[in-house]
Every structure is written in structure tokens, then in C-alpha cells.
């Protein structure tokens, strides 16, 4: 009867997709599949389950309002992070995808009520992680390259005493910078000839939010202006190396408690391959004497 009863609820939920799929003229699996590679930087191919997932995520983003300061920030975090889909997609896809996990509440409630809860839960946890995910990966592409940053100040303060030029100077580092730092190189280098350097350096540090970047800008700003600017990155190269210096250690104390559980695992290993050796002698001597 169990069985019987998920048949039905499968069957029912394809049926039901099929009809809405042709009621509201959703485009098909490889239509979908190319226009969801289309919004991505890496080639790989998209997800069938992803591609039916955008799909609805672009039919729901035209119901979806937000205010012009919501939208405006979501679309620069959008944009600095490599995503390329509107904040009202973007949203619609959060939603969407917790969305199709919650419609497994239907059929458990007739085969299993009591996991029902734990896919209520499961939705809003993958609601919030896909509406945090621009977010973390923004954070994450600003943590390289400010990693990357002391070194450059360093290059900067050595380059300006032999030349003045920002642009040269942004172009030589690109060759040496990590794939993220030497992408975004790639962009204000390409904003600088095609519009002002101030205004391209100035779109630069608000793309990623950064105040270490936000100081690196502000120097070469005034380099552009007439500043000597040389004592003014040799003390930020010094901030920048204690700053450094000071997230090596911060990464240094995060190692010994991850060995101490490690070797924890170690020990119970070694307790439990001692237990096991006297439990078969303790087998071998009953044994012995039955």
C-alpha cells in the first residue's frame, strides 16, 4: 500500500509539472540549459535539476520588487562576485530552489510525517545559504586579493621612484597577481583607457568594499593629482605588512586545536584496536576452556 501510495505521488507530481510547464510556456531542458551556462564564467555544464530550477526562478523574478537601494547594492555584490544574473533572478532562484525542496513536505505527509519537519527546516537553511551565497563568494574573492595587497604596495612604493605612470604600473603587476587580483586588474586597466583614471580607480574600490583597497586607491588617486606619494606608500606598505603579519598569526592559532582533535581521533583508534585485541583473547580463552 506504501508503495502504491508514493507511485501515485510521483505520478502526480510529473503530471502536474508537465501541465504547468505548458501553461505557463517554460522554454525546454537545452533552451535552458544553454541560458543558464550563458550567466556563467567556468564551461561547465549546467544541471538538468538546475536548469528546471532557473527556469521557474525566471518566470517568479517578474513578480519580484525591490527598492532602488536594495537593488542597487545586490546587483554591485552580484557584479564583484562573477554572478551574472539580476538581484530579482538572484532572488527568485533562493526561492525557487528552497521551494522545491518544501513540496516534499506533500508526499511525506502521506508516507512519513514525521521527516516533514526536517525538510521545513532543511527549505529555510537553503533559502538563506543560496541568498548569503554572492556574499561569502565576494568575501572570499576580497580576502585573496587583499592578501595580495601588501605586495603590491610594496611594488608601487619601488616603482614610483623610477616612473609615475599608474597604468604601466597596474599592467606590470597583473603579470605576477593571483588569477583573482590580475582579473580585476584586467577591468580597471580596460576602465582606464576607455574613461578617466581617477573615475576607473574610483570604480574599482567599490566594486569589492574594501578598506585596505579603498586606502591603495586613495594613494594612487593622489599620485594621478601630483603627490609624491612615495612616503605615503612606504607607510602603507609598513600597515600592510603589520596587518599581515597579524592574519598569519590569526590563521597560525587555528592549527593546534584542529590537531588536537585529530590526534584525539588517533588515540581512540589505538584504544579501540587494544580493546578489540583483548575482546579475542578473552573469545579465544572461553573457548579454550569450554
Known amino acids: 500500500m506504501m508503495i502504491l ?5 510521483v505520478l502526480l507530481a510529473a503530471g502536474l509539472f508537465f501541465i504547468f510547464a505548458d501553461v505557463l510556456k517554460l522554454p525546454t531542458m537545452g533552451a535552458a540549459k544553454a541560458m543558464l551556462s550563458a550567466g556563467k564564467e567556468s564551461k561547465k555544464a549546467s544541471k538538468t535539476v538546475e536548469a528546471y530550477l532557473m527556469s521557474g526562478a525566471v518566470k517568479l523574478s517578474k513578480i519580484i520588487r525591490m527598492d532602488e ?4 547594492r545586490m546587483q554591485n555584490v ?8 539580476t538581484p530579482e533572478i538572484y532572488t527568485a532562484y ?49 580576502e585573496q586579493i587583499e592578501s595580495e595587497l601588501p605586495r603590491f604596495v610594496a611594488t608601487v612604493e619601488q616603482e614610483l621612484k623610477n616612473s ?6 597596474l599592467e606590470h603587476f597583473k603579470k605576477n597577481a593571483g588569477a583573482a587580483f590580475a582579473k580585476e586588474l584586467d577591468v580597471v586597466t580596460a576602465d582606464m583607457r576607455s574613461s578617466s583614471y581617477e573615475a576607473a580607480l574610483t570604480r574599482f574600490e567599490a566594486r569589492l568594499n574594501s578598506p585596505q583597497l579603498s586606502d591603495m586607491v586613495r594613494g594612487l588617486i593622489g599620485v594621478l593629482r601630483g603627490d609624491d606619494g612615495a612616503i605615503y606608500f612606504q607607510m602603507l606598505a609598513h600597515d600592510f605588512k603589520s596587518l599581515e603579519l597579524q592574519r598569519l598569526k590569526g590563521e597560525a592559532q587555528k592549527i593546534p586545536p584542529k590537531i588536537r ?15 578489540v585485541i583483548i ?12
Open 5 to 9: 501510495l508514493f507511485l501515485f505521488a
Open 69 to 72: 537601494y536594495k537593488r542597487s
Open 78 to 85: 552580484l557584479k564583484a562576485a562573477g554572478i551574472a544574473m
Open 94 to 142: 533562493a526561492i525557487v530552489k528552497a521551494g522545491a525542496i518544501l513540496l516534499g513536505v506533500i508526499p511525506c505527509m502521506l508516507l512519513f510525517p514525521l521527516l516533514s519537519p526536517v525538510l521545513v527546516f532543511l527549505s529555510v537553511l537553503v533559502y538563506f545559504k543560496e541568498i548569503r551565497k554572492a556574499d561569502e563568494q565576494l568575501k572570499a574573492k576580497r
Open 164 to 169: 609615475r605612470d599608474v597604468l604601466s604600473i
Open 261 to 275: 582533535v585529530f590526534s584525539f581521533i588517533m588515540l581512540l583508534c589505538f584504544l579501540f584496536t587494544y580493546l
Open 279 to 290: 575482546a579475542l583473547e578473552i573469545m579465544k580463552s572461553l573457548n579454550g576452556m569450554f
